[in-house]
Nanobody
Framework: QVQLVESGGGLVQAGGSLRLSCAAS????????MGWYRQAPGKQRELVAI???????NYSDSVKGRFTISRDFYKNTVYLQMNSLNPEDTAVYYC?????????WGQGTQVTVSS
């Protein structure tokens, strides 16, 4: 119902920044929440940040003060600005769009932070 395409991952040195983008298409009018999750090797997928259509934003404690989620409703795109990156942020980052009736995932984009 909703297709998500992520971009912006890559390799960066510790202390650097990256900006991830996720463009949504399809039945976007049904989306209530968009957000970012990540999965590091050998670990479970975890929440990074979410943004609701009503304006509520939540971050995981590990990224508060360093990452910023934002949404462009005209472009149907959600962004994740990541600053002060450290090696523990290395993971595949996934975009998510959800409503009470569905949840869609992007294909994932690799973020690697070197020390």
């Amino acid at each position: 119902q909703v297709q998500l395409v992520e971009s912006g991952g890559g390799l960066v040195q510790a202390g650097g920044s990256l900006r991830l983008s996720c463009a949504a298409s399809g039945r976007i009018s049904r989306i209530n929440v968009m957000g970012w999750y990540r999965q590091a090797p050998g670990k479970q997928r975890e929440l990074v940040a979410i943004s609701t259509t009503g304006g509520i934003i939540n971050y995981s404690d590990s990224v508060k003060g360093r990452f910023t989620i934002s949404r462009d409703f005209y472009k149907n795109t959600v962004y994740l600005q990541m600053n002060s990156l450290n090696p523990e942020d290395t993971a595949v980052y996934y975009c998510n769009a959800a409503s009470p009736l569905f949840a869609s995932w992007g294909q994932g984009t690799q973020v690697t932070v070197s020390s």
